[in-house]
């Protein structure tokens, strides 16, 4: 049997209700540092205030599907799995931004209450996250008993599911002003504003702790001539390609930005099984070979680079910035397509 209430039904049957609230559980929510630790406590107190065998909360990932991002309890419905709105109870309490609870999930025909069943649950209540009129994803708990949630139990997991969802819609604007302000919006790299972020971090590392880097300088060849021949667009395409293609070749720890129209910077750790200057290679050699394909036009692109070691002596990044560019100089000078280290004898 299916139950399903409407959240502004509910508030209406809940008046004069109070909803008592743990005061470890708003102190915990208070202090989370960032979306998953709100998950992770809501989903942790849903788990102990409703009694659950399983608690989860589940977030939009797109038009078609539902994640599951924090889990407390039965793992029947795994954490990052994708479970689609479309024939979910999960789904049906998303879009139609009701409460609804099964109360024979071994009858049901849902994906869902499936995965459910077969791991020994009975009853399992969904509720929509609201903010105004978005639904932001959902408030899930399951129990083995059949029959197990009252309307009570509806009232109070919305009243949650309404206080949370101003808490989750704050922080996942803050997650994509954090997204807009650290990434170059054509390519999606890191931009120049995380370089000086991470440059300066790697220089305190170096002289903190000894953990020694090199930094490189990339730079397009002819790009204007290839904007002028094939258009402004082409050339967006071929930044968007020679990201991609350099963001597979970072090894671990070597980050990658672009900071500038056609410059990208390099970090890459010190680290006794990759040569630098190899490194480095690797990628001018990866992007040369690159078939580019622009509406059917054919596009061969190589970059210069020049590189060099951090220097006991370097405490800002300008000095790094300095001798790279005078190496990446270098390369081009001596026909382009190619990587230079700094050399002090070209200073
Ligand atoms: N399509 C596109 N072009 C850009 C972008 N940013 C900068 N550019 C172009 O990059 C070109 C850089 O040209 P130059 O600095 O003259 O260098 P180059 O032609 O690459 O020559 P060398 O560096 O000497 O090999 C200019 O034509 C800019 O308009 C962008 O976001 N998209």
Same mark, same amino acid.
């Given at each position: 049997?299916?139950?399903?209430?409407?959240?502004?039904?509910?508030?209406?049957?809940?008046?004069?209700?109070?909803?008592?609230?743990?005061?470890?559980?708003? &102190?915990? +929510? %208070?202090?989370?540092?960032? #979306?998953?630790?709100? @998950?992770?406590?809501?989903?942790?107190? *849903?788990?102990? =205030?409703?009694?659950?065998?399983?608690?989860?909360?589940?977030?939009?990932?797109?038009?078609?599907?539902?994640?599951?991002?924090?889990?407390?309890?039965?793992?029947?419905?795994?954490?990052?799995?994708?479970?689609?709105?479309?024939?979910?109870?999960?789904?049906?309490?998303?879009?139609?931004?009701?409460?609804?609870?099964?109360?024979?999930?071994?009858?049901?025909?849902?994906?869902?209450?499936?995965?459910?069943?077969?791991?020994?649950?009975?009853?399992?209540?969904?509720?929509?996250?609201?903010?105004?009129?978005?639904?932001?994803?959902?408030?899930?708990?399951?129990?083995?008993?059949?029959?197990?949630?009252?309307?009570?139990?509806?009232?109070?997991? &919305?009243? +949650? %599911?309404?206080?949370?969802? #101003?808490?989750?819609? @704050?922080?996942?604007?803050?997650?994509? *002003?954090?997204? =807009?302000?650290?990434?170059?919006?054509?390519?999606?790299?890191?931009?120049?504003?995380?370089?000086?972020?991470?440059?300066?971090?790697?220089?305190?590392?170096?002289?903190?702790?000894?953990?020694?880097?090199?930094?490189?300088?990339?730079?397009?060849?002819?790009?204007?001539?290839?904007?002028?021949?094939?258009?402004?667009?082409?050339?967006?395409?071929?930044?968007?390609?020679?990201?991609?293609?350099?963001?597979?070749?970072?090894?671990?720890?070597?980050?990658?930005?672009?900071?500038?129209?056609?410059?990208?910077?390099?970090?890459?750790?010190?680290?006794?099984?990759?040569?630098?200057?190899?490194?480095?290679?690797?990628?001018?050699?990866?992007?040369?070979?690159?078939?580019?394909?622009?509406?059917?036009?054919?596009?061969?692109?190589?970059?210069?680079?020049?590189?060099?070691?951090?220097?006991?002596?370097?405490?800002?990044?300008?000095?790094?910035?300095?001798?790279?560019?005078?190496?990446?100089?270098?390369?081009?000078?001596?026909?382009?397509?190619?990587?230079?280290?700094?050399?002090?004898?070209?200073?």
């Amino acid at each position: 049997m299916e139950r399903r209430f409407n959240p502004l039904d509910l508030s209406d049957n809940a008046q004069g209700h109070q909803i008592c609230l743990p005061v470890e559980f708003v &102190q915990a +929510l %208070a202090v989370a540092n960032s #979306l998953q630790e709100v @998950l992770d406590t809501v989903s942790q107190w *849903l788990y102990q =205030l409703f009694d659950a065998e399983r608690a989860s909360i589940t977030l939009r990932d797109d038009a078609d599907f539902l994640k599951i991002y924090s889990i407390r309890g039965n793992k029947a419905i795994p954490l990052d799995f994708r479970v689609p709105i479309a024939n979910t109870l999960v789904g049906r309490a998303f879009t139609e931004k009701t409460v609804l609870i099964c109360d024979e999930l071994d009858k049901s025909t849902e994906l869902d209450c499936i995965m459910l069943a077969q791991h020994g649950m009975q009853t399992c209540m969904d509720a929509p996250l609201l903010y105004g009129d978005v639904c932001l994803g959902t408030l899930n708990v399951a129990h083995k008993k059949s029959y197990y949630y009252s309307e009570l139990h509806a009232i109070e997991l &919305q009243c +949650l %599911a309404n206080w949370i969802g #101003l808490n989750i819609s @704050l922080r996942l604007q803050l997650k994509e *002003l954090e997204y =807009l302000a650290s990434t170059d919006h054509l390519t999606g790299a890191a931009n120049r504003r995380v370089f000086t972020q991470k440059i300066r971090q790697a220089i305190t590392e170096f002289h903190e702790n000894g953990q020694s880097f090199f930094f490189g300088l990339m730079d397009i060849d002819h790009f204007k001539m290839l904007n002028d021949q094939f258009g402004h667009s082409a050339g967006d395409y071929v930044l968007q390609r020679i990201v991609a293609i350099s963001e597979t070749m970072m090894t671990s720890p070597g980050k990658f930005f672009r900071i500038g129209g056609e410059e990208f910077a390099i970090i890459f750790p010190e680290q006794s099984e990759y040569e630098p200057l190899r490194f480095f290679n690797d990628i001018r050699e990866a992007i040369a070979l690159a078939a580019m394909d622009y509406d059917g036009i054919p596009i061969s692109v190589s970059v210069s680079i020049g590189f060099t070691a951090m220097h006991i002596h370097d405490n800002t990044p300008e000095s790094l910035l300095r001798r790279s560019d005078k190496a990446l100089y270098q390369a081009k000078l001596a026909g382009r397509n190619r990587v230079h280290m700094f050399n002090s004898a070209q200073a």
